[in-house]
C-alpha cells in the first residue's frame, strides 16, 4: 500500500467511526429533549397516556411483537436507524420482552439484508465498496480473520445494516454470520434501555415519594454505566478492526 493510499485509507476511517458514532447519539438526543419537554408540559396525565398503550399492546398479544419485528426488518433494511426502534421497543415491550424482540427483530433483518446483498443488491453495493478504501480493507481482512473480524464489526457504532449488506457481499458463512450478531446485544440493551428508562420516568412524572426519587435515580444511573461500559468495548472493537485491517493492507 502507498502512502497516499494509507492517507485516503485513514480519512475514510475517520468518517465511517466519526460520523456513525455521532448519527447514533441523534435519535437519543431528540428523545431526551422530548421526554423532558413532555414531562414538563403534561406532567401526571402521561401515565394516563401509558397505561392505554400497555392495555392496547397487551391486547395485541404475540400479534404485536411479530408486527414489530416485521417493521424492524423492513425499516432498517432501508436505513432507519436502529436506535429508533430500539428505543420504541423499550418503550413498548419493557426491558426483558423488548430485547427479545428488537434482537429477534435484527437476526431476521440480518438475513434478509444478507439475501439482498447477495441476490439483489450485489452490484450496487461491490461498486459502494471499490469505492471506499476503508470498507475494501475490511473486506480483504475478512479473509483472514472471518468470524473474528465480523463479531468486532458487531459491537463497534458502524450502522448494523451495512454491515451486514458489506459482509453478505464479501461472502462470508451465512452460520458465522448470524451467529457474530450476538455482538450487536450490548448497544440493543442500551437502545432499549433508554425506551424503557424513558417510559419509567415519564410515568412517575410528578411523584414526590423517596422510594420513586430513588428509583428514578437507579433507573438513569444504571443507564449511564450501560452507556460506557458499551462505548468502552466498541473502542477496543474498533481499535482492534484498524489493527486487523492495516495489517491485512500492508499484507496487499
Given at each position: ?92 415491550f ?5 430485547i ?22 450485489k ?28 463479531l ?49 420516568i ?51
Amino acid at each position: 500500500m502507498t502512502a497516499a493510499d494509507q492517507t485516503e485509507n485513514e480519512k475514510w476511517t475517520r468518517r465511517l467511526w466519526g460520523g456513525d458514532r455521532i448519527r447514533s447519539l441523534i435519535p437519543y438526543a431528540i428523545f431526551v429533549v422530548l421526554l423532558i419537554i413532555a414531562i414538563i408540559a403534561l406532567g401526571e396525565e402521561i401515565e394516563h397516556h401509558i397505561s392505554l398503550i400497555e392495555v392496547w399492546i397487551s391486547d395485541l398479544g404475540l400479534f404485536g411483537v411479530l408486527a414489530y419485528i416485521v417493521l424492524f426488518v423492513l425499516l432498517t433494511s432501508v436505513f432507519l436507524p436502529d436506535t429508533i426502534m430500539g428505543i420504541i421497543a423499550g418503550a413498548l415491550f419493557g426491558l426483558r420482552f423488548g430485547i427479545i424482540a428488537v434482537f429477534a427483530g435484527a437476526l431476521a433483518g440480518s438475513a434478509f439484508q444478507y439475501w439482498l446483498s447477495r441476490r439483489l443488491l450485489k452490484g450496487r453495493i461491490e461498486r459502494m465498496v471499490a469505492s471506499r478504501p476503508n470498507l475494501k480493507s475490511i473486506q480483504l481482512a475478512l479473509r483472514q480473520q472471518e468470524f473474528r473480524l465480523q463479531l468486532l464489526l458487531r459491537l463497534t457504532p458502524i450502522s448494523p445494516v451495512m454491515t451486514s449488506y458489506l459482509l453478505g457481499v464479501s461472502g462470508v458463512r451465512f452460520s458465522g454470520f448470524l451467529i457474530a450478531c450476538v455482538g450487536l446485544l450490548p448497544t440493543f440493551f442500551l437502545e432499549v434501555y433508554f425506551g424503557y428508562a424513558g417510559r419509567h420516568i415519564a410515568r412517575m412524572a410528578g411523584r414526590n415519594e423517596l422510594a420513586i426519587v430513588m428509583h428514578d435515580i437507579l433507573v438513569i444511573g444504571g443507564l449511564f454505566l450501560a452507556a460506557i461500559v458499551i462505548f468502552l468495548v466498541s473502542r477496543m472493537a474498533r481499535h482492534a478492526i484498524e489493527s486487523v485491517t492495516s495489517t491485512g493492507s500492508n499484507v496487499q
